[in-house]
């Protein structure tokens, strides 16, 4: 129901906003309103939609199936193969859209797929490695003597991995149809209306972007469908394909929401100071810490203090993401007399310690949660970690930021 609640928003969002946006003047053949790749990537369009609308009615009859009352239907093994079916098509119909809309060129478009098989492949040979090097008698006992407790455990991570995976998705998916800088509105200078206008004003910058969102993307849908294995679970494949995402958020963060290299380096730079901060807080402050009293109500309390952090961290992403790659005011459109640049952002121009605000206050509370996230999905750090209040810090840092962001660019 996660997935199907989530792919039904962004692709109903994304066709009504189709990528590479509209015409804003009458002009040719086109009216104000009408679809800009129409003119010059109609077939690309086309794939798009039909991509598009395929995963937003699979994602539709994913709802539906779970809604129905599985009592009242006489074959439910039928309805789960069906309901498989669906998953499938609309992973597929993501896939299918992301590639279509995202690039202008076949040659990218190919590399996005192919991202699939690697992404695929890199997770496999990672939870192969693992399973050969811990495959031994006495771990294998252990594993057996976990019983409840090991499959509640195990329940518990799948979903949280599921929940963080499907909002990855959903805002990569976003984020390149709408890419940082804008699109171009006309034509010229060796580019065409339609196309991303960072790529135009800075190629490399943009290509990092896509492609660590992409990375991000597709590590997100193979998570998705991977978490239904629970051999791979078992053997930590799913956070191989975890830490994978949130390199990709961190890269593609980075590269689209400023315009410099130094700029980038700092942002990149914060989530490493806070995993720094939390090992030295939980250094000095569990120094003479004996976990001699570890009992059941102890682990269920760091449990809940665990998944309470985790989903703050997980929506915290999500919204700073994107707030960071599309800023508030937008962006320039075009090249004018006062030396300003398209793709810039205007409040930059405008009120340029507003935008500083908001841009670090923004990127503290993103990579913050980002190392909130790396620091939660494995037992041996958030144990100590939480015990010693450093994550319970982070989160009320990166709060006052999201604050602090949301008071400087709203106004």
């Excluded at 004996?290 to 059941?296: E, G, M």
């Amino acid at each position: 129901m996660l997935l199907a609640t989530f792919a039904v928003s962004i692709t109903y969002v994304a066709g009504l906003s189709t990528p590479g946006g509209f015409w804003d003047s009458t002009g040719g053949s086109h009216r104000p309103g009408d679809v800009i790749l129409r003119d010059h990537h109609s077939t690309r369009l086309t794939v798009f939609l039909l991509f598009n609308t395929t995963a937003f009615v699979a994602s539709l009859l994913i709802a539906v199936l779970l809604i129905i009352d599985g009592k009242k239907l006489r074959d439910k093994t039928a309805r789960f193969h069906v309901l498989y079916v669906c998953i499938f098509v609309a992973l597929v119909g993501l896939i299918g859209a992301y590639a279509a809309g995202s690039c202008r060129k076949t040659d990218t478009t190919a590399y996005v797929v192919s991202l699939v098989g690697a992404v695929l492949a890199y997770i496999l040979l990672h939870g192969f490695y693992t399973w050969y090097y811990s495959n031994s008698a006495l771990q294998t006992d252990e594993n057996q003597q976990t019983g409840d407790s090991g499959r509640e455990a195990l329940d518990k991570a799948r979903s949280l991995v599921l929940l963080l995976a499907t909002l990855a998705a959903a805002i990569t998916y976003t984020a390149v149809l709408d890419p940082p800088g804008g699109v171009w509105q006309d034509n010229g200078d060796g580019h065409m209306a339609g196309d991303p206008i960072l790529l135009a004003t800075n190629a490399r910058r943009y290509k990092a972007f896509y492609y660590c969102n992409s990375v991000a993307f597709v590590a997100s849908l193979v998570a998705i469908v991977l978490v239904q294995m629970e051999k791979l679970v078992k053997h930590h494949v799913l956070e191989a394909a975890m830490i994978l995402d949130l390199f990709g958020l961190i890269g593609a963060y980075a590269a689209g929401s400023c315009r410099n290299v130094n700029t980038s380096i700092y942002a990149m730079a914060l989530a490493g100071a806070v995993l720094i901060y939390v090992v030295i807080h939980v250094v000095f402050f569990t120094l003479d810490h004996r976990d001699q009293n570890n009992n059941a109500q102890e682990d269920q309390l760091l449990e809940k203090k665990r998944k309470r952090l985790l989903l703050f961290a997980i929506l915290t992403v999500t919204i700073t993401y994107q707030a960071g790659l599309t800023p508030p005011g937008g962006f320039l459109l075009q090249d004018d007399k006062l030396g300003h640049h398209a793709g810039d952002p205007v409040l930059l121009y405008n009120y340029p310690r507003r935008y500083h605000a908001f841009f670090y206050c923004n990127s503290v509370s993103f990579m913050l949660s980002i190392a909130l996230i790396i620091l939660l999905v494995n037992p041996n750090l958030y144990r100590p970690a939480i015990r010693s209040n450093a994550l319970s810090v982070c989160t009320a840092v990166g709060l006052f930021c999201l604050m602090g962001a949301y008071a400087a660019g709203n106004s």
